[in-house]
T-cell receptor, first 110, second 113 residues
Framework: DVKVTQSSRYLVKRTGEKVFLECVQDMDHENMFWYRQDPGLGLRLIYF???????EKGDIPEGYSVSREKKERFSLILESASTNQTSMYLC?????????FGEGSWLTVV | SQKIEQNSEALNIQEGKTATLTCNYT??????LQWYRQDPGRGPVFLLL?????KEKRKERLKVTFDTTLKQSLFHITASQPADSATYLC????????????FGAGTTVTVRA
């Protein structure tokens, strides 16, 4: 089974803090994604990566950056967290046409 | 721009009945549509994929249709059970980036015993 693991399940951070969300997949997938999910808005793509050190902006990249130094690991970075970034963040990787999601990271920015 | 739209109203049904969920898309037809299940506090899980040239796809008690004329996919849960209670998401990829999925907001289904 494909496993996508997000390092933190619940985080509480202060406004202005730098936040790292880590994600690891164990299936050697090339494509990895970060989404955020908010009530009524569904899943929105923040960034995706199609190879090591390669990244592309999704629909809502503002306020975020990413890092992919190794194939199995894709990190989402909030350079200066703001309250409007309070959300559930989902990491995913792609096999064929199917996306496999992690369990999600609930981030609260106070 | 392309959009995926789901009826975001919750669907409450009696156990044993069929739940029918709707997914509409705008503009041109995608090559395929996908359906995912999401339980509270968990990540979505892939259920089914239906391609543009397929009218219907089945998996156990699940059935998906794809109507390019109506620009719509229907997702049916037959003989529903309380364990089917979850949010169901429709997704597809548009344009040349066929791995860049867009998701609908989801429809929450509650099956009453």
């Amino acid at each position: 089974d494909v496993k996508v693991t997000q390092s933190s399940r619940y985080l509480v951070k202060r406004t202005g803090e730098k936040v790292f969300l880590e994600c690891v997949q164990d299936m050697d997938h090339e494509n990895m994604f970060w989404y955020r999910q908010d009530p009524g808005l569904g899943l929105r793509l923040i960034y995706f990566s199609y190879d090591v050190k390669m990244k592309e902006k999704g629909d809502i990249p503002e306020g975020y950056s990413v890092s992919r130094e190794k194939k199995e690991r894709f990190s989402l970075i909030l350079e200066s967290a703001s309250t409007n970034q309070t959300s559930m963040y989902l990491c995913a990787s792609l096999a064929g046409n199917t996306i496999y999601f992690g369990e999600g990271s609930w981030l609260t920015v106070v | 721009s392309q959009k995926i739209e789901q009826n975001s109203e919750a669907l409450n049904i009696q156990e044993g009945k069929t739940a029918t969920l709707t997914c509409n898309y705008t503009n041109y037809s995608p090559a395929y549509l996908q359906w995912y299940r999401q339980d509270p506090g968990r990540g979505p899980v892939f259920l089914l994929l239906i391609r543009e040239n397929e009218k219907e796809k089945r998996k156990e008690r699940l059935k998906v249709t794809f109507d390019t004329t109506l620009k719509q996919s229907l997702f049916h849960i037959t003989a529903s059970q309380p364990a089917d209670s979850a949010t169901y998401l429709c997704a597809s990829a548009f344009g040349s980036n066929d791995y860049k999925l867009s998701f609908g907001a989801g429809t929450t289904v509650t099956v009453r015993a």
